[in-house]
């Protein structure tokens, strides 16, 4: 194996649980009931996840009584069929993921709040009002014919809105799937367009960097290419008219949640699709990830309540965007009765430090960003715990990529040495984390403190060996409820076998090179495959080449995505130019423009590199992974056979750029 794991050796933590941590904290009170119930001791969290892993249905049988999940039908076996994939969950459970959220009702604090760019935006949406909206937007949706397994999908900013409709979505039965507006109207088709859907939520604008950005036109064309709509709900935030003249029927968002409606949730079988979210589409169209009610509900109330130690009296803001599966992660707040922020804007207008700034508004418990937004606050030589009141905050949240050991620690140095900082890993592919933080376990610089409970997480080698305290792929061994139910348009799941269990048979690959420390902690080194992750936000490569190579002066482009030692993460673009083209600043605007306009501003690149050419596999493939590896100080040696390259010469040429 090429890549070097980080030295090891025995760092000392940075922030150690206290007693009264781990008295009050929610997986404590969880442990202790496990005991009674099942006859086990358990003295430490490492005992927990080996009884998690070892009874996968006692453990997730008991995470469904103790938080008293209801169902239309009896409650039998956890996991009736072990297999991967296609393990068989709650057989004959019918249940709905609304239920659990409605039954936290409560008059004295919020359900949703938002914020906005602008002062003044602030708004508190109540448990009532939100139950209000949900089953009146669930009765328009099924006067318009909309009914269990049809698609409502949104194309909305982060917004209390997006929120309801997915809820209102869920409610009936129907499948609910969304991306943000960043995304150009032909990166939105690619994704929603797949679904066929009946109904489109959307807005006719969103606001970044102290911009609006009116998306009418935008709109119009997602509704011409989406011939199956028979309903756009339309939200006006900015008085924009849209001129929306496609075909169906258009309802204005007040409208289409006015009045009174009995919210009564369907019940569904477990397994029935709640959600389809995308894979970045690193090539072709990007995969529609289908995931179930059940297996969602249960694997969010682990995770969010266990794992994160939220609860009633939380207040949850997590940066995000209904583009990324940290959103869905984020509604899950409401399946325990906190408070959820959603914030439409830049996390760093107008000013560096303007998350920290939400938070101490809104008294967020648990804050959660990426590696790239900690060290910007780092290197405007801000201190959050000085100029804000962090009093509130429980923890520190962070995903999207690799958090070095240095951001770690300046966390702990300037948002608060007893707040722990959870950095968590995951995919779309469960809508989850992996492996992160838990409130009884300490956190170590550099690492993520410990296997998810239910999780049966390793390290391979190449062989399929397990390894300790070396690099080896993250692997799943045993199924986890909120795997994929299937994906989308994926007959004989061929795709779905082909993107997880074509290296381990019956063994679940995610893509990324960890080490498993011998004290139980987990190092991510970055991905093994050439999804880019930037800013906490996964995209694909192909939304990239589609703007730039239909451009008449490139010939064709290879972006990569690379994680630096100091927890940057560098972007460069490499484009061959078509006969007598230039590379000069006009073009090199003109690229930017076209990927801001037709995929998003995030897409845009670092650096814009001529090359002499693009290396392929001998089946046309660009190689991608290599190239982002080679950037990252691999020997181009171990990790490439020149032989199956189409211009093996071209590989010199790259390694000539890193130094």
Not at 5 to 15: F, I, M, V, Y
Not at 210 to 238: C, D, I, M, Y
Request: aromatic share 8%; proline share 7%.
């Amino acid at each position: 194996m090429d890549v070097t794991p980080t030295e090891q050796g025995s760092p000392a933590p940075q922030w150690v649980p206290t007693a009264a941590d781990v008295a009050d904290a929610r997986i404590t009170d969880f442990t202790r009931w496990v005991e009674r119930r099942h006859a086990v001791t358990l003295p430490d969290y490492g005992a927990l996840w080996e009884w998690s892993v070892d009874d996968l249905d006692g453990f997730w049988r008991a995470v469904w009584d103790y938080f008293d999940v209801q169902s239309q039908t009896p409650v039998g076996a956890a996991l009736a069929e072990e297999k991967m994939p296609g393990a068989v969950w709650f057989p004959g459970t019918r249940l709905n993921y609304v239920d659990q959220v409605l039954r936290h009702e409560r008059p004295d604090r919020p359900a949703l709040v938002y914020s906005a760019e602008q002062a003044g935006s602030d708004v508190e949406v109540s448990w009532a009002e939100l139950r209000r909206q949900v089953g009146a937007l669930a009765a328009t949706l099924r006067g318009h014919g909309v009914g269990p397994g049809d698609r409502v999908v949104g194309y909305l900013p982060n917004v209390p809105e997006a929120v309801i409709a997915f809820l209102a979505t869920a409610s009936i039965g129907a499948v609910w799937s969304a991306c943000g507006q960043d995304y150009s109207a032909n990166a939105a088709l690619d994704r929603l367009g797949q679904l066929a859907p009946v109904v489109l939520v959307t807005a006719d604008g969103y606001s970044f960097g102290g911009k609006v950005h009116h998306r009418g036109e935008a709109v119009e064309q997602l509704r011409e290419g989406l011939p199956s709509l028979n309903l756009t709900v339309q939200l006006s935030r900015f008085g924009a008219d849209s001129g929306l003249g496609a075909s169906g029927a258009v309802m204005s968002w007040a409208d289409a949640t006015a009045g009174d409606a009995p919210l009564e949730p369907v019940s569904v079988d477990f397994d029935h699709p709640l959600w389809v979210v995308f894979s970045s589409g690193t090539t072709g169209l990007p995969k529609g990830i289908v995931h179930g009610h059940g297996g969602v509900l249960l694997e969010h109330l682990k995770s969010i309540a266990l794992q994160n130690d939220v609860g009633r009296e939380s207040t949850l803001f997590w940066y995000t965007s209904p583009s990324w599966m940290m959103w869905n992660f984020q509604v899950a707040g409401l399946l325990v009765g906190a408070t959820v922020v959603c914030y439409d804007g830049s996390p760093s207008y107008p000013a560096t430090d303007s998350l920290f700034a939400l938070a101490a508004r809104h008294r967020a418990t648990l804050l959660g960003t990426s590696p790239g937004y900690v060290l910007a606050v780092a290197k405007a030589g801000l201190v959050p715990r000085r100029d804000h009141d962090l009093a509130a905050l429980r923890a520190v949240g962070i995903t999207g990529s690799t958090l070095p050991a240095s951001s770690s620690l300046w966390l702990s140095e300037n948002v608060g040495a007893a707040v722990p900082v959870y950095s968590i890993s995951g995919g779309t592919d469960v809508v989850s984390a992996f492996v992160g933080g838990v409130p009884t376990v300490p956190v170590w610089p550099g690492e993520l403190s410990a296997r998810y409970l239910g999780v049966a997480l390793d390290a391979f080698d190449e062989t399929g060996r397990p390894v300790r305290d070396q690099v080896g792929e993250l692997v799943v061994t045993r199924p986890m409820p909120s795997m994929p139910v299937r994906f989308w348009n994926d007959p004989g799941d061929a795709r779905y076998r082909d993107s997880y269990f074509d290296t381990f048979p019956g063994v679940w690959r995610h893509g990324d090179w960890i080490t498993v420390t011998d004290r139980g902690s987990v190092v991510v080194h970055g991905r093994s495959d050439s999804t880019l992750n930037r800013n906490g936000i996964r995209m694909g490569s192909a939304d990239i080449y589609q703007a730039v190579e239909a451009l008449p002066e490139i010939a064709e482009a290879l972006v990569i995505g690379a994680e630096q030692p100091d927890g940057g993460y560098w972007m460069p673009l490499f484009v061959v130019l078509a006969e007598g083209a230039v590379l000069d600043d006009a073009l090199r605007e003109r690229i930017r423009s076209a990927i801001r306009e037709q995929a998003s501003p995030r897409h845009v690149p670092d650096q814009i590199v001529e090359a002499p050419g693009i290396p392929h596999t001998r089946t046309g493939k660009k190689l991608e992974v290599p190239i982002k590896r080679i950037f990252q100080g691999a020997d181009a040696n171990r990790i490439l056979d020149r032989t199956a390259i189409d211009a093996p010469e071209l590989i010199d040429w790259y390694l000539a750029q890193r130094h």
